[in-house]
């Protein structure tokens, strides 16, 4: 079974940015398409951005978009997030997940695999 592990997160003013990392292990990397999702406190785990399994194609949630970045390297089986003109609404713990065989879903039951988590916290 994919194992996933985040890094990354951390303390950021609005308008900086952030790089999220990925490391995945145990299974082929490339036969998932992979996800980054959070989780603001209260609110329910929302979609943020999807990679292909082939990393040729992606698909963000619309208020990160021209914001946010993913991208993988399946040479070194990792995806990360990069996370630019941050605001306080990105605060969040951020989640990377995969999902064998399936790309560009935005649907966070489609992933088995789950990170354990990282926060981004954005102060104002």
């Known amino acids: 079974q994919m194992q996933l592990v985040e890094s990354g997160g951390g303390l950021v003013q609005a308008g900086g940015s952030l790089t999220l990392s990925c490391a995945a292990s145990r299974g082929t990397f490339s036969t998932y398409g992979m996800g980054w999702f959070r989780q603001a406190p209260g609110k329910e785990r929302e979609f943020v951005a999807t990679?292909?399994?082939?990393?040729?194609?992606?698909d963000y949630l619309d208020s990160v978009k021209g914001r946010f970045t993913i991208s993988r390297d399946n040479a070194k089986n990792t995806v990360a997030l990069q996370m630019n003109s941050l605001k306080p609404e990105d605060t969040a713990v951020y989640y990377c997940a995969g999902a064998l065989y399936v790309s560009l879903s935005r649907d966070h039951r489609r992933y088995a695999y789950w990170g354990q988590g990282t926060q981004v916290t954005v102060s104002s």
């Open positions: 990679i292909s399994r082939s990393g040729g194609s992606t």
